[in-house]
Every structure is written in structure tokens, then in C-alpha cells.
């Protein structure tokens, strides 16, 4: 059962965006370690689709903001800057559908939101706290995404290439290339982590003063 927490008067949202393989995963894991703060990844609201087959599950186009539940991230964010826990979605990557459980994620100083579309809807961008965008070469992009893919999500190599050029791409310049105009921070996705992380970090006690 998930606990009612005392409110904290300066909880921090720090949203960590960018195209897919730019590095926001690896950048936000570090910080998450330099700080001691959760992660929120935007990757556990994809929308269940259990009630699809599965040949009709992979054909979705994943890389659109309308396959996350939008509705549900804007209200369990807003449930952790009031203090309250939630419990996170957990996505099956390999059958596209949500599992039973939850993963339980507790109030506290910082929290990190990580994920394609951090800064896409305006009600998520309106919450206080930092915008981070990583900026990457496309090809370095999709080599990542594809070694990701093939190995941690069981793809081949074939569909990991497919949906890239139908999808991903044409996605990233629709939906997340523009959303770089509302960062706070950009940061280059190639350069080494401990200087990008350290930047990030520095920013966050330079401008917020929360540590």
C-alpha cells in the first residue's frame, strides 16, 4: 500500500530530454548516483496494449507522444511534488504491455524525469525545477539505439532499422528536435559523462540551491 509522505517544501523535478541514443538514460543515471535521486523514466507510461495482438502491438508507432499516458505522468508527477508516493507502471518492452506490478517511488529532494517527451506538454514543462536537452549526431544515435535494441529488448536488426527510418527519425524532428527551444541546459550527449553530469549538477546548486 502506498503511504501518505509529509510534504517537502522544496522538492525539485529536473527533466532530462533528447532523441533517441542521444545518452539521456546514462546522464540521468549518473546524476541520479551524484545526488541520491530517483528516476522517473517516461518509458513506463507507454499505454497498455494487451487487448492488441501481438503482430498489431509491435506495429504501433512508439516514438509518438499519444502512445504514453500522459494523463497518468502529469498526476503521478504532481502526487510526488505534494509528497505522496506513487507506483510507477512497469513496461514489457518484448510483448508491449504494461506487467502487474508497480514500482513504488518515493517523495524526496530531487526527482528525475527522463525519458523522449520531458519537455513536450506544456503542463509538464509548466512544473518548477531544471530542463536539460541532450544533443547528439543522428548516426551515433541510431548506432546506440540499435545495440540497445538488439540486446536489451530482444529486436532484430533488421526491424531496429526499419522502424528507425519510418518512425523514430520523423518522430525526433516532429515531436522532440523542437522542444530544445524550452531547455534550460543543453548538453552535448558525446562529450564525457563526468563533465556533462558535473554541469548539470553544478547548475542545479548554483540555481536552485538545494543541496
Request: proline share 5%; with cysteine.
Amino acid at each position: 500500500m502506498l503511504k501518505e509522505t509529509k510534504v517537502l517544501p522544496k522538492t525539485f523535478l529536473a527533466r532530462i530530454t533528447g532523441p533517441s541514443g542521444a545518452g539521456k538514460t546514462e546522464l540521468a543515471c549518473r546524476i541520479s548516483r551524484l545526488l541520491n535521486a530517483p528516476i522517473f523514466p517516461l518509458d513506463s507510461y507507454y499505454r497498455d496494449s494487451a487487448h492488441m495482438p501481438l503482430e498489431d502491438r509491435a506495429r504501433q508507432n512508439f516514438d509518438d507522444p499519444a502512445a504514453l499516458d500522459h494523463e497518468l505522468l502529469f498526476e503521478h508527477l504532481n502526487s510526488l511534488l505534494r509528497g505522496t508516493a506513487v507506483g510507477t507502471p512497469v513496461y514489457d518492452f518484448a510483448h508491449h504491455v504494461r506487467a502487474r506490478e508497480v514500482e513504488v517511488v518515493e517523495p524526496c529532494k530531487i526527482i528525475i524525469l527522463e525519458g523522449l517527451f520531458a519537455l513536450h506538454w506544456a503542463n509538464v514543462r509548466s512544473l518548477l525545477g531544471l530542463k536539460v536537452y541532450v544533443t547528439t549526431d543522428d548516426a551515433i544515435c541510431f548506432e546506440r539505439r540499435l545495440a540497445r535494441d538488439v540486446h536489451e529488448r530482444g529486436r532484430s536488426a533488421e526491424s531496429v532499422r526499419r522502424q528507425y527510418e519510418t518512425t523514430v527519425r520523423p518522430m525526433a524532428e516532429q515531436y522532440i528536435y523542437p522542444t530544445r527551444a524550452f531547455a534550460d541546459l543543453v548538453v552535448s550527449g558525446t562529450d564525457r559523462l563526468d563533465k556533462t553530469s558535473a554541469t548539470v549538477v553544478s547548475f542545479i546548486k548554483a540555481q536552485h540551491g538545494l543541496l
